[in-house]
């Protein structure tokens, strides 16, 4: 599509969400009867418009496929939001929650930990699975195969044999550690979140510095935030 056409196609799409018929169109945008036709079928064609039997048109379910994957999200971080602040008032550390955006895993809610410093993660970041807590509790739930596990710091796991061990032992106890393989001094352990339908949307975690807990003390946090991530499952409808 030319530029022109985008831009007529987004202002006809616009003009739909409080217009429905042809006539309304025409006037709200300023386009020509047949230039409005036309973006219409290439709407309906696409599945961001539909035709009705008496011949006006509304938005299609292309459009509230893309609004929902973009409100889920917002409304997730709303929901677990009460869950993450609690976590962090009760183990005085950093709390994150992470979702599947796609294909990859992003930061979209964190509660620091009180302390004097923070922590580098920021929201809208970017986390690898084999390197993580939260990453390592969604892997466990999904197929490795393929996964470049690059090296973050000199404690990754690099060696398939390896990370598939530890995400059975993920499987058995519920919780993932990431004992600083993504950013050295420091210690997280996560857990993952499913939505109402059982899917593995996301995971929550705690970070530590390295000086402040050591590693059985991070452990012994494992089934704490278990327990905050099957609150938020519940929340966001799940209820197995």
């Known amino acids: 599509m030319t530029e022109g056409a985008v831009e007529k196609a987004l202002a006809v799409l616009a003009a739909l969400a409080q217009h429905t018929r042809i006539s309304e169109l025409t006037r709200v945008t300023g386009f020509p009867k047949s230039t409005v036709h036309r973006v219409l079928r290439t709407l309906v064609d696409t599945g961001f418009a539909v035709a009705t039997a008496d011949g006006d048109y509304r938005i299609g379910p292309k459009v509230l496929v893309l609004a929902g994957n973009v409100l889920q999200p917002v409304d997730s971080v709303e929901r677990a939001r009460p869950v993450l602040e609690r976590l962090q008032a009760s183990t005085g550390c950093a709390v994150h929650f992470a979702m599947l955006l796609g294909d990859e895993l992003v930061y979209v809610d964190k509660v620091e930990g009180g302390k004097p410093y923070r922590m580098a993660s920021r929201i809208g970041g970017r986390l690898l699975l084999h390197c993580t807590a939260i990453g390592k509790a969604v892997l466990s739930t999904r197929d490795m195969n393929g996964l470049e596990l690059a090296s973050r710091t000199p404690g990754t796991i690099t060696d398939p044999l390896r990370l598939r061990a530890q995400l059975d032992r993920v ?27 059982g899917t593995v949307v996301g995971g929550l975690s705690v970070s530590t510095l390295a000086l402040e807990h050591t590693l059985p003390e991070l452990i012994a946090l494992g089934p704490r935030v278990v327990a905050a991530a099957s609150e938020v499952s519940r929340a966001l409808g799940y209820t197995h």
């Open 171 to 197: 499987r058995s106890c519920g919780f993932a550690l990431d004992e600083q393989e993504n950013e050295p001094g420091v210690r997280c352990v996560g857990a993952a979140v499913r939505n109402h339908n």
